[in-house]
């Protein structure tokens, strides 16, 4: 059975741009010329601990884990 798909969001309309997202994870998350966040969608399931800290992190709690694929 194949592993379970997750997902990364980052919400923009939350996002402060204070980075802590890249420095846990620069392989998932980049800030962009607007000084928002962004992510890679569906990261390899190596960075999920990585991923989550970056969640935890975050002090707007811009960024969410999802289940599933996108449709």
Do not use: N, Y
């Amino acid at each position: 059975m194949a592993a379970a798909q997750w997902r990364v969001r980052v919400d923009r309309d939350l996002c402060e741009g204070h980075a802590l997202c890249v420095e846990l994870a620069a392989d998932v998350f980049d800030v962009e010329s607007d000084d928002l966040a962004s992510c890679v969608e569906t990261p390899p399931e190596g960075a999920r601990a990585r991923v989550e800290a970056a969640v935890a992190a975050c002090p707007r709690q811009a960024i969410s884990i999802m289940k599933g694929r996108q449709e």
